[in-house]
């Protein structure tokens, strides 16, 4: 999997044989796309998703173009598995988020999991860039009262940080946060 964050950009790119291979470097060229899947925004809507595919030639590696916008392994858009990781970081439970963003409870369990899977290696992505982009925003860091709380500000002021030193025009921060954990604000694995 490739996180993009322009699809259309990403597919230009491909095609004119600029993308390369994450594993190997060579550059990848367009393989179809990846099996359709429905994705649910934030203020209920739904929307088809059908990313592009990409194969190498190097090492024959099959990959897929995601939108950073549309999680891994997720039928919920960013923003709705950001809201809950924020309310529960704020102190809510699974069943509060829940029925707040119109989610299944054993859903907001299972992203809250997940992401106290990979609290410490998500925030030791998020410290790297965030030493990067500005080393003096970690004496600015408020501290947290729990670990979820001290990996979200950590990644968030990554993200600004990169915003500002990049100077990237962007609607917000979470799809910034979400490329700086390469798309998986929530692993499958500590990793």
Sequence with gaps: MIVVRDP??????????????PDCGTPLRPWGAARARVVRQADGTL???RPDRARCPGCR?????????SPPRSGYALDVVAAAL???ARGSGHRPIAAAQRVPADTVRGWLRRARRGLETIRRKAADQLSWADQDVF???????TLLGEYLNTLLAAA?????????TVPGLWPVAAMICSGCLLPDTGS
């Design 86 to 88: 924020v309310a529960h």
């Design 8 to 21: 259309q950009l990403a597919r230009a790119d491909l095609a004119r044989g600029q993308l390369p291979c």
């Design 139 to 145: 004496a600015r860091l408020a501290p947290q009262p």
């Design 47 to 49: 929307r088809r998703l």
């Design 160 to 168: 600004d940080a990169t915003v500002r030193r990049l100077r990237l």
């Design 61 to 69: 590696h099959t990959h897929v173009l995601l939108p950073v916008t």
